[in-house]
């Protein structure tokens, strides 16, 4: 059964062995990924001393710079041997640019789709998640300036997310990005929170919240070239850590 653990950002120690618990503890083999990082090597120095503190003895980054570097048969090969893989933040954007289409983007698929391997992400890592990727967007209000979105690699169907979500007042752009992609619930991530899938549902980890946005029962959507959105009898969901929400049946349990 597919494993995601979606970080908002800003992981504090808690979720971080949490992750480390997930892909096998002591004998966990994790693989840090600094694709989205401007700077990959004090990403990567950061993630792997963190997870080494909570128990791992087997950590190493996977530089994936460059799409050949995503087709290396050599990626594969670590891959293949990792029990948990880390995507750091940075810009999401990049990771979509470097990694979708490749062999990296269908091994990883395969991997969490047999259970082979306990993905995480944090930030960017966590927005790439999604298949409507949220890539940037600080307008004031609710319209189509208020966010742009892109393809993302879509490990979790059906939903688009948003990080930093409390801390930065993200909820304008998830507004207006569900009212542009209806068909997706919008989640918004705090800070040192994460969602841990199980098949068809999320449980909500960590210090903060997770807001959704779930534009199914709206009445009216208007979205107009320029000027404020229209979205009427949406429902949202505030879930603080301990609650969970079933995905196909959007419906909190």
Sequence with gaps: MPTLLIIGGAAGPGLL???VELAGGDSARIVVIATASSDPAAAEAEHLAAFGRHGARHVEALRIDDRPAAND???????RAATGVFFTGGDQERITRVIGGTATDRLLQD????????????SAGAAMM???MIV??????????SVRTGPGLEFLHGVLIDQHFAERGRINRLLSAVALAPHELGLGIDEDTAILTDGDAFEVLGSGAVTVVDAGPATHIDVPE????????????????GRAFHLTGREPR
């Design 226 to 241: 320029s000027g404020p959105i229209t979205l009427s009898g949406c429902r949202l969901h505030v879930l603080p850590a």
């Design 73 to 79: 048969p050599r990626t594969a090969s670590a891959l």
């Design 130 to 132: 999604s298949g409507t």
């Design 111 to 122: 991997l969490v789709s047999s259970g082979s391997v306990v993905l995480a992400g944090t």
């Design 136 to 145: 940037e967007g600080d307008g004031p209000g609710v319209s189509r300036t």
């Design 17 to 19: 062995r949490r992750f």
